[in-house]
């Protein structure tokens, strides 16, 4: 029986396979819904996006955090 | 000196080479730390106990897997411990249902590139992913942000690859879900 994709398995998908092997017969008919469903366009997309803002979201290593650490180790940096 | 000649100097006790191995991966250590933590100070507490382990165990590591990934071990194991601890409150992402709710597929198409620069928003992705729990939260930055595989994710959480891309997907979700819901406001 071939059952209707609904956007809901294809948002499950989409989070399950980023990044993975896309070409398994149920991502073929994935990607064929894809690209026809505006809903799973956004929510596609919005996904990465949610990826790549924790990607950039760093904190500053500083000159001091750095000292502190080998200072805390024991180590000295500046022997060469 | 290539890597693996630095463990082995460092292993046998030259000061040198364990200075350059804690170099190589300072940085690495403290921002995946913050990533996991979102705090600077917990992050600078975890990444030098991280460091203090990767001294007192380097004779112990075998070179089987990378430095790297038995760093980002180190750093799970070490936040998990502060987690267990804290003992804070995280919201179960079970139900499928309320993950992949399709009236929650909104455009983010105009967020700026630069949104980064806007406190709100870095207060928006602090508070969501701070909700997810300890394990979940791990397989997302490692798999997702820090860009380790699904099987270098699972040797460093001890799960199997079936339930890191479980995690994997549900915290995607969740935490999409959960920074649209904020846009909204």
Redesign the interface.
Known sequence: MNKKIL??DV??HI??S???DFDSPKCIAIKEHLVACP??I??F???E???E???????E?SVE??N???D??G???T?T | MEEQKLIEAAKAGD??A??EL??AY??TV??FA??ISRN?DR??DI??ET??SM?KSLRQFDAKSKLSTWLYRIVVNHYLMWARKNRSEFIPIDN??E??D?RS?????N?PAN??ENKE??NI?DTS?EKLSPEYRSV??L???EGLS?EETAQITKLSIPAV??R???A??F??KD??KAFQK
């Open positions: 956007c809901k948002m499950s989070c399950e980023l990044g993975e809903d799973c956004k929510y997309k919005s996904v996006k949610t990826i803002l924790y990607k950039k979201y760093n904190c290593f955090v750095h502190r650490l080998m805390s180790l180590l000295d940096d022997i | 000061k040198r364990m200075t804690v170099k300072e940085k403290y921002n913050f990533k600077p992050a600078e990444m030098q460091f203090f001294i499928d249902d993950l992949y399709n597929a909104t455009d983010w198409q967020i949104l980064l928003l870095r992705l992913i997302f930055l798999r997702d942000v699904t891309k479980s994997l997907h549900r995607r979700a935490l999409r920074i649209n």
